[in-house]
């Protein structure tokens, strides 16, 4: 167990702040809520910009960049948007030493500033659609903030689409979520849930807001990515109609979907263990350090350029792979040090093996000497890797997913409720036919919030397990971050 | 000439805001002095970023994230820092809805905000050097904007980096002035000249700045990238200080240097013609365009099919290749249309290349009949569009380079050196060993800035164009941006 690391069963939280200071992903600035985010995870960072990235070019989208600053009477077009963002807001009233005239607000989500563009833009229905998405930085005001999860300012994208009709826009809101969901499942390894948000959890302003919902390692639910269907609430704020092939007026349909940081905080809980960060390697800055065993100089020798060997195959063939030739720590150290660091793979190089030509893998998914295989012919390294590596990938999907269905419980009525979510948690499935008020409810009385109606019911219809009225309608409730 | 672009010698400025219009590189936004990048513009950007991104890695650097708010007693701790840059302070009062009590500034450049954390970071010789990148937004509030050359905000990166010595600082400097200068020269085809600023011109907290300088096609410099040795001026207002190997308290040596979306700006201003943008291949969002050219629908068939086939060739083999099929534009339109948008080569697929199953390459950067390559066999297509990017990106830089020597002049009095940039503009090219003063009066008289005093001299020891004193130092002086 690492040292500096507080076990999960004791204390799920301080795990969390334990692992992400001891990994060196993030850290607290001298700026209230805001955090610096360090090398190691800027570069998780990078892997999921990276991987999400390259599936909106391949749906067709661009990226593009918007001002920072959005007039304060811009949100006040949008009603319930307005609403929704108000008491997040960070106002800059001063601007070159003098008042401003109109305050700026620090961005919080930029559908007011790029629907005011779009109606510039769109003029036909050959205009259209219009398939754009931003990486960008936002600030919302919180109060109480944690790495990752929630902070005051936060790194994402954020697509903005519009369309001729609501079937097209409907479909753009589901592409989305679907590219999330694969590539939350594919990437991260992670075996989120696609649903619905319930009208009191929707995005202020949306028609309708789809989300991707995880599971974390202690049960809780980490809302990943949400895409949502703004209908012509936003077109009308904004103006942004065509002319249609009938040459008559009409409004866009239009659609935002963003995904952020958090995502990073959401790798952290739903993969690692008490020795720290288990990182899927599609993401992993570092898919396989090299740690060299030597006793004495000719040792050290030997080993070092095997090692240097070996590291060179890999790069070669594109593993993310890094030679820890530390002479100030000993190898137990550093196996401590990347396991807490989640490094997929480890590669233990000798001079038994030296002599063998051969190393030993050891994969951070299995601990001990159930996860090392012995005498790997180094001339076979590149694929034995490779092979490891999607092996590790598939078992750390196929863990969560076993973890996500033992933790979700089907339940029947609201006793059963609260007595499940106080002695299990996790995720609850339940027939659903409650109003907004009853959510509330739910909340004050159990801390659990609706996370999405799932897209995929294969419960049938049954009766509320509040009310008790006949529904094909499941939610799933849960405590959430 | 194209239709909606001034000619450059009848308004350079004119002709630059009509190619960012036109080219859809920016847009106006409602916010003042904020621009919208817009797709085209962006991937322009994106290429940029890749291309330094790859260099910064390649030396060592790793990328991370700061907050984007900095306390403005932050500032106000280097006393020249804040004196530089109070007067452009955009400024967060109001958070959540309160007055705060401390005002946040919005980054206009994150030496305090990095500095501060790496005293938490740097404790003994050992911790050192700390190399990071950081690719952000920064906001300075200014008066006069003009799109990638000067806005409010703007994208950019800023490395930041600590050193035991100040032996290994200026070494770092040095070292990413050279890889400015290698991204500006290979990728972005411009020769720019390697320089340090005066004391007038240097960042504010510099001990010293150096410079990429490039010559814009009217003749006027624009600084494209700045690296800084910053000395021990950070590391003492911010307390960077470290246990050398004697266990002696010292402070660190720092550096910062950035590069930004004004790089846009200076390959538009660098390469263009009358005709709209011409885009080095390393960088250009499209390389080849493909134009159909049919007169019936037996043509059309054929000629789209053999299109498709040569788009799927050079995407095979990593080009990036864009096949313009719209029904409602002629061919003639099309040519026009990509030529202003910079593309280095088009691809011409007519019923008797088809035919011949050959096709016919044109090069942006000559115009008409000797530009194109005829009976260019589809077979061969891949080999041939590579060869000719290549040309072409040597191209765009050899004429920039005879362009850039044609404009520099070589005076030794004051007054040809008022005459020859009243009649000729361009780069001049002086012994120099003013003062400020005397820069801020040269100024005053001609607008004519000092740009840099070049890191290579051949000229040796002559005397100085103003004062007339023995010097071995020369300087550039020039119009700029």
Known sequence: MAGNITPQQEDFSRWYLDVIREAELAENSPVRGSMVIRPYGYELWEGIRGGLDRRFKATGHKNAYFPLFIPMSFLQREAEHVEGFAPELAVVTIGGGKELEEPLVVRPTSETIIGHMYSRWVQSYRDLPILINQWANVVRWEMRTRPFLRTMEFLWQEGHTAHATAEEAMEETLRMLDVYADFAIRDAAIPVIKGVKSDREKFAGAVASYTIEAMMANGWALQSGTSHYLGENFARAFDITYLDENNEMRYCHTTSWGLSTRMVGAVVMAHGDDQGLRLPPVLAPIQAVIVPIWRDDAQRAAVLEMAARVEAMLQGAGVRVHLDAREDQTPGFK???WEMRGVPVRIEIGPRDVANDAVVLARRDRPGREGKTFGVPSA?????????????QASLLEQ???????????????DTFRQVLDEQGGFIRVHWAGTSEDEARIQDETRATLRCLPLDVPEGEGRCFLTGAKTDKVAIFARAY
């Open 380 to 392: 076979g390294v590149v694929e034995a890797v490779r092979a490891l590596l999607d092996e590790v």
């Open 335 to 337: 196996y401590n040090d």
């Open 400 to 414: 969560a997913t076993v973890a996500r269905e033992a933790n979700t419980h089907r339940v029947e009525d609201y």
